[in-house]
């Protein structure tokens, strides 16, 4: 299964460069069942039926696709659906759904520029595929990202990934997630169905130089195995979240794991803070200075008071005298 894990990854480098965009379609030629309008530099599109389309996103475009209920499928065998380029960006919002008609390793949306999920699903099939592959600055704030059969990821990171939200989904084997760089995890579900056994953990944090990343910080994660799988230098720093599994070896200083309710779930340690310095002793000290109680003020105050008193008398006995 490992050996599994890092060959999905290495696939993906090697393959994605043979995907020929043959019938490619770009946002200002784009037609069938989706509308394309330019609207301050940013060209909107809107999906009015099921339709069959690659498309793309060059450099320096900036696009919109509203799925609006409907599917996109891709045109061309062994092509992804969505193919966004370096310097391109795209947003993908609405609900619909976003496949593959084909079983080649081609990820349905590869990313190299930057991409920003808001809603639909995403989905793979095809085996060491993935429903989203990202090289670039990818952002999921909803959705669904999802698999239809064995030997394929949710999402392979080999970029830069922020996780806001959504449904991450993995029904068959495999890791619902493979990070292969860098991720930060707030929110989402992240779930393994019940009846497969055969992923051997949810994330898999791996990678090929050693140095893949994962901060998570929230989140409810229900795996059958394990939660987290991370080697070497690998990092993977858990903050906050709930579990289906004990993943204290990943747990931060600063906070501990609680089980609750058949779930683990991150509450920070109880810090007990340093005693402050009493101000009544400083008080006591002023006060003893001004009243002073000891025997030995005491013995002081007396023999003054004596001193005092011996005076007086010789004065007294002075001015008789003169009398």
Known sequence: MKLKKFLGVFIFAFMLVPFVKVDAIYVDNIGGNVTSVNENNVWYL??????????????????????????????????????????????????????????????????????????????????????????????????????EENNVFGLVNEGTALINGGNFIQAYNFSVINNANKMEIKNGNFTISANNTGAYSLITNEGSAGSAT????????????NVFHS?????????????????????????????????????????????????????????????????????????LALAGIGGVTYTSKKLLKHN
């Open 46 to 147: 809107t999906m009015n039926n099921n339709d069959k389309q690659d498309l793309i996103i060059r450099d320096g475009e900036v696009a919109v696709l509203d799925l609006n209920g409907f599917t996109l499928t891709n045109y061309t065998n062994a092509n992804s659906v969505i193919w966004v380029e370096s310097g391109g960006t795209l947003t993908i919002k609405g609900n619909g759904a976003i496949k593959k008609s084909d079983v080649s390793a081609a990820p349905t949306v590869n990313n190299e520029g930057t991409l920003i999920v808001d809603n639909g699903t995403i989905s793979a099939n095809g085996a060491n595929s993935a429903a989203l592959h990202n090289s670039g600055n990818l952002t999921v704030n909803g959705g669904t990202i999802t698999t």
């Open 231 to 303: 080697e070497g230098n690998n990092s993977v720093a858990v903050s906050g979240g709930s579990y289906s599994h004990d993943v204290s070896d990943f747990v931060v200083d600063g906070f501990n794991l609680k089980q609750e309710n058949g779930e683990f779930v991150l509450v920070k340690e109880e810090v007990t803070p340093n005693e402050p310095v009493k101000e009544e002793s400083k008080n006591e000290t002023k006060e003893e200075i001004k009243n002073p109680e000891t025997s030995d003020n005491i013995i002081i105050y007396a023999l």
């Open 214 to 225: 994962l901060d998570v910080t929230g989140g409810t994660f229900k795996a059958n195995t």
